[in-house]
């Protein structure tokens, strides 16, 4: 580093645990490719995903906070009081947000039921045993005109003239409110599933299989299936909640709630006839009770076999048919 320093005399004029903090970060990116865990590490891009570590004396006070080097910077959130030992700064469009750990253990809610089956898809985001269903924001899909507008008139300009920076921070912005308002509502769904229930039920979509199909690609990468999943991984250990991955072939969509008869459902049929019982239903709404069941039914039912639905379920059924980081300034 004194070498490398001696040549580039801006280092000194920053602080010495960013560049130290990427080592880190390059050999433990490293060591997960060795073990075939990740990727080899890409060249990271000035203007791109840009952040840095610090650490030292770091002092808090209400909406500010003092960083090595920099000093005191404004944020636009109140910060929690504590010990804090370092921090991690990352640039989002024109914004600057602060990341940090302190010791809390968050109380567990009281939770107001039992089980929940929860069916993630396109259509709706999430469609949940009990009736309750949480609509798609469809962020890209609204804002992809505009965004490709954006997109065109960056393109036209100068490279290296600050009209080409205007534009290229006019498409981070609108990228990252995209970004956002998904992110919002995954949030919501996935804190009001974990602490409001005991056990949860969700299928193990292959998204990146999924994926594949050219037509409803931008569909499904819209919805952000994959971060739901990360979402109630983490947060279910949060609140103490119980999370079941349905087996991946377990046909949800063709089975029956009622009587278990299994049948082909094509993609384009939204509702549920059953051929056996004649029952009909909505299609996701069947199939977030059918995940309900894994948890609550005394029969296992493995890929193919006729189960049993619960008394729990069944009720279900009935009252259906009858009705961490901080912004900086």
């Known amino acids: 580093m004194a070498e490398v320093k001696s040549v580039n005399q801006w280092l000194y004029k920053s602080s010495k645990c960013a560049p130290q903090q990427a080592l880190r970060d390059l050999r433990l990116a490293w060591d997960r490719c060795f073990k075939k865990i990740a990727k080899p590490p890409k060249f990271k891009k000035k203007y791109r995903k840009d952040g840095f570590y610090l650490e030292g004396s770091i002092k808090v006070e ?22 804090i030992k370092n921090v991690r700064l990352t640039r989002q469009a024109n914004r600057w947000f ?23 898809g396109v259509k ?27 997109q ?10 600050n009209n080409r920076k205007k534009a290229g921070l006019a498409v981070a912005k609108l ?35 999924m994926l594949r199909n050219h037509r409803l690609a931008n569909a499904i990468a819209d919805s952000g299936l994959s971060e739901c999943r990360r979402q109630l991984e983490y947060k279910s250990k949060l609140y103490d909640t119980k999370l079941i991955i349905a087996d991946r072939y377990y046909p949800s969509s063709q089975l029956c709630s009622r009587c278990g008869h299994r049948q082909k459902m094509p993609l384009q049929e ?45 009720g279900l059924l009935r009252n259906k048919n009858e009705t961490d980081s901080y912004r900086l300034v």
């Open 175 to 209: 990228h990252y409110r995209i970004s956002c308002i998904r992110k919002d509502t995954i949030h919501q769904l996935t804190s009001w599933l974990t602490k409001n229930h005991g056990t949860i039920v969700i299928e193990d979509l292959n998204v990146s299989g």
């Open 270 to 314: 939204r509702i549920f006839n059953c051929q056996k019982c004649e029952m009909s239903l909505d299609r996701d709404f069947n199939a977030s009770l059918n995940l309900a069941s894994l948890a609550v039914s005394s029969t296992v039912i493995a890929c193919g076999a006729v189960h049993k639905p619960s008394t729990q379920v069944e």
């Open 62 to 83: 209400s909406n500010r906070i003092r960083l090595p080097v920099i000093g005191w910077v404004k944020t636009y959130e109140t910060l929690p009081t504590g010990i």
């Open 124 to 150: 709706s985001l999430a469609v949940c045993s009990d009736g309750t269903t949480f609509e798609n924001p469809r962020a890209y899909r609204r804002l992809k005109r505009k965004l490709a507008k954006l």
């Open 152 to 161: 065109r008139t960056f393109s036209r300009k100068v490279k290296g003239s």
């Open 98 to 120: 602060v990341a940090f750990k302190l010791d809390h253990t968050p109380p567990v809610p009281i939770k107001t039921s039992n089980v929940i089956g929860i069916d993630l």
